[in-house]
């Protein structure tokens, strides 16, 4: 659950997830920066995809330039530490009016992606992957 700002603290922050990755997001008034792990987004992503992914809550919203953005990401890969942090501004973004949380709830953001890896069982090589068959 999104923790609101404290009087002195002039930021919100929120967590992130998807797959294996975690997204600790504190947005601030500003800008419109995004640091993701002390780097710029553009340093960080090199895919236009994944910087969509991450801009979506915020444009989605229409508060591109009203706030920065600084997020930590750790585990997954790139594609899932994407979607990790823009759940998590989504989360952020959420508690700052009721205007943007309809907004962000009708595009499906706040919902966490509960997609993850399903299990190896035993007598098969992969989830469900089983050894070739042969009748004799």
Known sequence: MPRKADAEKK???????RKTSIARVRITPGTG???INK??????YSLE????????PIN???LAEKYDVIATVKGGGFSSQ?????HGIAKALATTSEEA???IKRNGLLTRDARVKERRKYGLKKARKAPQFSKR
Not at 39 to 44: E, P, Q
């Open 39 to 44: 780097k710029d987004l553009n340093d960080f």
């Open 33 to 35: 920066k995004i640091t």
């Open 101 to 103: 949380k309809s907004v």
């Open 11 to 17: 930021f919100i922050y929120a967590t992130g997830k």
């Open 49 to 56: 995809t994944l910087k969509a992914v991450v801009m979506k």
């Open 60 to 62: 989605v919203a229409n």
């Open 82 to 86: 994407a979607g990790a942090v823009a």
